[in-house]
């Protein structure tokens, strides 16, 4: 995913980033609940970040347990982010 990201024209990343930043704020949401900490709004630090953003908060998921409560919905929001980046 994040080699598709970066051959997309910006343009195209523009238009997906929405989904992709509404993923990340998801996991961000999840991994603050699963490890009692306050929430806190993910910044928009612009497509050139948006993958780093997704990979770091992929990685707090699966180190905070998030994923052994919801690892098909996570596995299907990564493939369905994939498929929208043609």
Do not use: I, N
Not at 23 to 37: N, P
């Amino acid at each position: 995913m994040v080699r598709r990201w970066s051959q997309l024209p910006l343009d195209q990343a523009l238009l997906c980033a929405g989904r992709v930043r509404a993923l990340v704020q998801s996991l961000a949401d999840e991994v603050a609940q699963a490890t009692g900490t306050r929430r806190c709004v993910v910044p928009d630090c612009g497509p050139e970040a948006l993958m780093d953003q997704l990979t770091v908060m992929v990685y707090d998921a699966s180190a905070a347990a998030v994923t052994s409560t919801r690892p098909s919905t996570l596995v299907q929001d990564l493939v369905t982010v994939r498929h929208e980046l043609r």
